[in-house]
Structure formats: structure tokens, C-alpha cells
């Protein structure tokens, strides 16, 4: 029995749905890390069949499942299991199923992190700055995983609407150590509420000292992306 109160009042009132989420989920948590951290332990035959039988079971659950809000919930738990069983269709699969015409909230970002891993050329560049504009969460992870070969001249072309354009000179802002105003003009044209905004302008007033007195090897810009890493994104 439980001691915690949630799980309780979960119990009392029959929610079902809610209580069986929950223990997937739990389950889950086991099986997707990719590596047992003491290689003495390590099993990987093991957990490779434990993670493929537990991955078929959530992609039945997630078909099954009528309720909305759990049908979600069980997608993404789904994406992410696929990712670390490395299962590229079935991320694929799934996420046009439950995301790709869904609501933008922080479940469809997550999904799209790991979705990202499937997809190839400017299609990886446009969900990249996307994710690193919308998703907190996964803002310095998406520069981390996705950032080289980014071209924005390939970028802009596969933008959708201005707040895509502003999002992708979002991304080309973070990659870039020198001065990149004529970047956050156009990320204000096209977006003037883009959230990612005021910590690029607040990075290029941090840099000005260094441009204009030109400061030694131990400048901030020869410490590359730092601002990006010290910021409080994950």
C-alpha cells in the first residue's frame, strides 16, 4: 500500500486510467536507460528483450486507448521507449499518428525532440530551432544533438511562416560567438514576442566588451557557447 497521498486519492476514487498510466510509466523508467552504468552488471541482451517486449505492449496500449488526454500520454511514452530501443519507424509511426495535427503543448515538443532523430537535412534544422524556441526543456539539448550542419540558407527555405524564420535566426544567434544583431532584428521583424529574444539580446550586451576592447585568449567568445551552457535551460 502506498503512503503517498496522490496514489491514495487515485485508489479512493477509482481512477483507473490514471493508476494504470502511472505504472507503465514506472515501468518504463527501468528499462530506458541505455547503459547500466557498472559494466559488471551490464546486461544488454537482457534489457534489449525486456525493452522490446515492454515497447510492444505500450504500442497496443496506445492504440487501444480512447481517452485523449491518456492516448497522449501514452504515445510519447511510447516515442521515447522506441528511441532508446532504437525503433526509428516506430517513432515515426506513432508520432504522425498522435502529434504531427495536434496541439503544440510540451507533450507534442518532447515527442518532436526524439523525432527529430529520424529525420534528415533541413527537416532536422527547422524541429531543431523550433524545440530550442519552444521547449525549455529541451532548448540546450537541441543544440547539443542537432547543431552541426546547420545551414540557415536551407533552414530559411524550409520555413513555414515568420515565426519559423524567426526561430531559425534564433538558432543561427546561439551558433554564432561574434556579433549577431542584424540576426535578432530579424527574429524581432518576424516574431516581436519571441520568448528566445530576450536572452540572445541580453547575450549580445554581454559580448560587447569583448568586441569593442578585443580582450585576450581568455575572452568569452573564444569560450564558444558557454552563456548557452550556464543558462538555466534544462
Known amino acids: 500500500k502506498s503512503g503517498n497521498e496522490f496514489i491514495q486519492y487515485l485508489y479512493q476514487n477509482k481512477k483507473n486510467d490514471a493508476i494504470g498510466y502511472l505504472k507503465m510509466a514506472k515501468n518504463c523508467e527501468a528499462v530506458n536507460n541505455v547503459f547500466e552504468a557498472d559494466t559488471w552488471e551490464r546486461n544488454e541482451v537482457a534489457n534489449a528483450n525486456e525493452r522490446t517486449i515492454l515497447l510492444n505492449k505500450l504500442v497496443q496500449m496506445t492504440q487501444k486507448e480512447h481517452n485523449p488526454y491518456f492516448k497522449r500520454k501514452y504515445a510519447f511514452l511510447t516515442i521515447r521507449l522506441a528511441y532508446y530501443a532504437g525503433e526509428m519507424d516506430i517513432i515515426k509511426t506513432v508520432f504522425d499518428a498522435n502529434f504531427d495535427a495536434g496541439k503544440k503543448d510540451y507533450l507534442y515538443n518532447w515527442s518532436l525532440f526524439f523525432y527529430t ?8 534544422m527547422i524541429n531543431a530551432a523550433n524545440l530550442m524556441a519552444n521547449c525549455p526543456e529541451k532548448t540546450y539539448a537541441s543544440y547539443y544533438y542537432f547543431h552541426e550542419g546547420f545551414k540557415i540558407s536551407e533552414a530559411l527555405q524550409q520555413a513555414k511562416n515568420k515565426t519559423e524564420i524567426a526561430n531559425v535566426y534564433g538558432y543561427a544567434s546561439i551558433q554564432k560567438v ?3 544583431l542584424d540576426y535578432l532584428k530579424e527574429i524581432y521583424k ?10 540572445l539580446l541580453l547575450r549580445e550586451i554581454n559580448k560587447m566588451p569583448d568586441i569593442t576592447l578585443k580582450t585576450p585568449e581568455n575572452s568569452s567568445l573564444e569560450k564558444g557557447h558557454e552563456s548557452l551552457k550556464n543558462f538555466n535551460w534544462l
Open 190 to 199: 518576424n516574431n516581436p514576442k519571441s520568448e528566445i529574444l530576450g536572452f
Open 117 to 124: 532523430f529520424t529525420q534528415s537535412g533541413a527537416d532536422v
Open 178 to 180: 561574434d556579433k549577431t
